[in-house]
């Protein structure tokens, strides 16, 4: 199973590479997103930084059980400021398949409107290679509130222990992020990013 697994990461991966090239350049890596997390007991804090661009965000959770995670997130970008809530439940997990699903409200202050976000989370996971798929819909902010679906995000990255021991780890993750439009976009990409993660949990 995990030799199965594997392959599909790979072939995700090749297929989100290839699906990119075949647009324009400039759409491709034209950003990066790097981030930070400090975990320890049931509280964390993330801090996320986007290379040339001026979006960055800081965003603390909770676990409230073994199942289910609240969040804050205070984020800029340009002009805008957001303050952002999210609950995320974990609806299973059965060998290497993952099913989760997250709720969030989006509050703005700036030029743009204020919305609710549902997404759902599906992840596969071999060893340290993994793959995820979040198709999103997005209700308020000029949206219609139908059941077509807005948006997917599409990863697929390698989790590499740094250092470890019984108490705490060390992990970096590179993985590889692409967006796509909807069924009314027609499913376009939105954009192809490389990113990093750097995780200490004690």
């Not at 950003?31 to 603390?60: F, Q």
């Not at 959770?61 to 997130?73: G, I, N, Q, T, V």
């Not at 596969?124 to 979040?134: D, E, M, N, R």
């Amino acid at each position: 199973m995990k030799k199965i697994i594997t392959i599909v990461s790979a072939v995700a991966l090749a297929t989100i590479i290839g699906c990119g090239k075949e647009a324009e350049a400039d759409d491709n890596w034209n950003t990066s997103e790097h981030n930070y997390n400090l975990n320890s007991g049931n509280w964390g804090v993330e801090v996320r930084t986007m290379g040339n661009d001026d979006y960055d965000h800081v965003e603390g959770k909770y676990k409230l059980s073994d199942s289910l995670e609240l969040a804050l997130r205070y984020a800029e970008d340009g002009v805008d400021t957001e303050i952002r809530p999210k609950l995320t439940h974990k609806i299973l997990k059965a060998g290497p398949l993952s099913l989760a699903h997250r709720i969030e409200y989006r509050y703005f202050e700036g030029t743009k409107d204020d919305s609710a976000r549902y997404r759902g989370i599906i992840g596969l996971k071999a060893g340290s290679a993994w793959v995820k798929l979040q198709p999103r819909w997005t209700f308020g902010a000029g949206k219609t509130g139908d059941a077509k679906i807005d948006d997917v995000k599409w990863q697929a990255g390698y989790d590499w222990t740094l250092d470890s021991d019984e108490n705490s780890s060390v992990n970096l993750t590179p993985y590889v992020e692409y967006l796509t439009a909807g069924e009314d976009g027609d499913w376009a990409k939105t954009h192809m990013i490389l990113g990093t993660r750097l995780a200490v949990k004690f």
